[in-house]
C-alpha cells in the first residue's frame, strides 16, 4: 500500500508542474494575443487554440483518472476480499 501511495504522490507531483507549465504556456498565449490584435487568425491557428483550450484539460483528466484506476486496482480487489473476509467473519 505503501508503494501505491509513493507512486502516486511521485504521479501528482508530475501531474501538478505538467498542469502549471500549461497554465503559464496559456497566459503568454493570452498576453500574445493581447498585445497583437492586428495579426491575422489562420484556420489552423485557430483550431491549435481550440484544441489545446478544451482537449488539453479532458485529455489530462482522461489519462491520469486511468492511471490512478491501474496503479489502485490491486489494492481495490486486496480490499475487496478483506471486506468480504471481515463480513463473513462478523456473520458467523
Same mark, same amino acid.
Given at each position: 500500500?505503501? +508503494?501505491?501511495? =509513493?507512486? #502516486?504522490?511521485?504521479?501528482?507531483?508530475? @501531474?501538478?508542474? *505538467?498542469?502549471?507549465?500549461? %497554465?503559464?504556456?496559456?497566459?503568454?498565449?493570452?498576453?500574445?494575443?493581447?498585445?497583437?490584435?492586428?495579426?491575422?487568425?489562420? +484556420?489552423?491557428? =485557430?483550431? #491549435?487554440?481550440?484544441?489545446?483550450?478544451? @482537449?488539453?484539460? *479532458?485529455?489530462?483528466?482522461? %489519462?491520469?483518472?486511468?492511471?490512478?484506476?491501474?496503479?489502485?486496482?490491486?489494492?481495490?480487489?486486496?480490499?475487496?476480499?478483506?471486506?468480504?473476509?471481515?463480513?463473513?467473519?462478523?456473520?458467523?
Amino acid at each position: 500500500m505503501a +508503494n501505491v501511495e =509513493l507512486q #502516486l504522490d511521485t504521479f501528482f507531483d508530475a @501531474l501538478f508542474k *505538467l498542469i502549471v507549465a500549461l %497554465f503559464i504556456l496559456s497566459l503568454i498565449m493570452f498576453a500574445y494575443a493581447l498585445t497583437h490584435q492586428s495579426i491575422v487568425l489562420y +484556420n489552423w491557428a =485557430l483550431w #491549435l487554440i481550440l484544441a489545446y483550450l478544451l @482537449l488539453a484539460p *479532458l485529455l489530462i483528466f482522461y %489519462f491520469s483518472s486511468r492511471y490512478i484506476r491501474k496503479k489502485c486496482e490491486p489494492l481495490t480487489t486486496d480490499l475487496n476480499d478483506l471486506a468480504a473476509r471481515v463480513q463473513s467473519a462478523a456473520f458467523k
